[in-house]
């Protein structure tokens, strides 16, 4: 089985951590958004991806080649942001009508990956939300198949929104659709996009069923990063009490710490992730995500996203902070 996902996203909502660091790697409950989505498709056994790269995308094409080194990984670089469906449509050769399975790079779910592998046809993930007019939408008739397929409605006759995982039976459908709408792009806003394409099918006689997912879990934002990173510890358990023994620290779980963290005479937790090789001391942090590589001297951070590269001194603060940046709140 294959698998197609596209992380070409500049992430902006984020900013400005993702001015270096690619939305896909920003770490979460001690791992990536972007392992996290791949090591869901290699349980389900998934043994060839693309990766569809564009801003920093050597940022993901060396952490994707290093982290798996005995997967069949293809980069694939989009050079012209014209859209979900164009990063899809680059794939067209290396699909080569077979089955494909496409994961937005800055998705993250719980749901049956091998059943919707194994499950015959196409398949899209749904999950019923309380405003879909921010979302592509699913109408279904009464037997639970696809009628219809809106991106972001006005007036949504559906709550089932699409959350990012498809698989595709007949790619070579998919595809005569992509190329259809990337030949109408100069006369619409410039974009093509794969919930057009998709409703393209329905409309040409594919047969899509849909798959409720239990959890869905929002990385666009600071505060909705935190919350799914709390929810994910909380599932996951994390390392911070078991694995290190730092000195004059207090670990409150969960906590997850990578390795080569020096932490002292500190307080960490709950909910706090910590990227690899950072320090901190004589500070206290919860419900935050701290970058790899930072410092963090007498400081009392919580709810904060810190990048990478950081050097923190001073006090009491709520903060979001990029990467490569020293603060002295003294």
Same mark, same amino acid.
């Given at each position: ?88 449509? !680059?794939? #067209?050769? *290396?699909?080569? +009508? ?8 800055? /998705? @993250?779910?719980?749901? $049956? =990956? ?117 929810? !994910?510890? #909380?599932? *996951?358990?994390? +390392? ?8 004059? /620290? @207090?670990?409150?779980? $969960? =906590? ?75």
């Amino acid at each position: 089985m294959k698998a197609i996902i596209p992380v070409a996203g500049a992430g902006t909502k984020l900013r400005p951590h993702t001015y270096t660091q690619p939305k896909a790697l920003i770490p979460l409950a001690g791992k990536t958004v972007l392992s996290i989505i791949m090591d869901q498709l290699i349980e389900a056994g998934v043994n060839q991806m693309v990766l569809v790269v564009g801003y920093l995308g050597d940022k993901i094409t060396d952490y994707a080649k290093s982290h798996y080194p005995d997967l069949e990984i293809t980069i694939i670089h989009q050079n012209e942001r014209k859209g979900l469906g164009h990063a899809v449509y !680059l794939c #067209k050769e *290396w699909v080569n +009508n077979d089955e494909v399975i496409i994961a937005l790079g800055d /998705t @993250i779910c719980e749901y $049956p =990956v091998v059943e919707m592998v194994k499950q015959e046809g196409s398949v899209l993930c749904v999950k019923k939300v309380d405003d879909p007019r921010d979302f592509g939408v699913a109408e279904t008739d009464e037997a639970g198949m696809v009628t219809k397929l809106v991106e972001k409605p006005h007036i949504p006759k559906t709550n089932n929104a699409l959350v990012g995982i498809y698989k595709i039976a007949e790619t070579s459908q998919l595809f005569d659709c992509l190329e259809q709408l990337l030949q109408a792009v100069p006369k619409m806003d410039g974009e093509c996009g794969l919930t057009s394409a998709l409703d393209c099918m329905v409309h040409g006689g594919t047969r899509f069923t849909t798959m409720k997912v239990s959890n869905w879990f929002d990385c666009g934002k600071m505060e909705t990063l935190l919350e799914s990173n709390a929810t !994910l510890l #909380k599932k *996951w358990g994390g +390392n911070g009490s078991d694995q290190h023994n730092f000195e004059n /620290t @207090i670990i409150i779980p $969960p =906590v997850s710490v990578a390795p080569g963290c020096t932490i002292q005479h500190a307080i960490i937790g709950p909910n706090v992730t910590i990227g690899e090789k950072t320090i901190i001391d004589y500070s206290v942090v919860k419900n935050s995500i701290i970058g790899s590589f930072s410092k963090l001297y007498d400081v009392v951070l919580h709810d904060s996203l810190i990048g990478s590269d950081t050097v923190i001194k001073g006090e009491t603060r709520t903060l979001n902070i990029g990467d490569n940046t020293e603060i002295d709140l003294g």
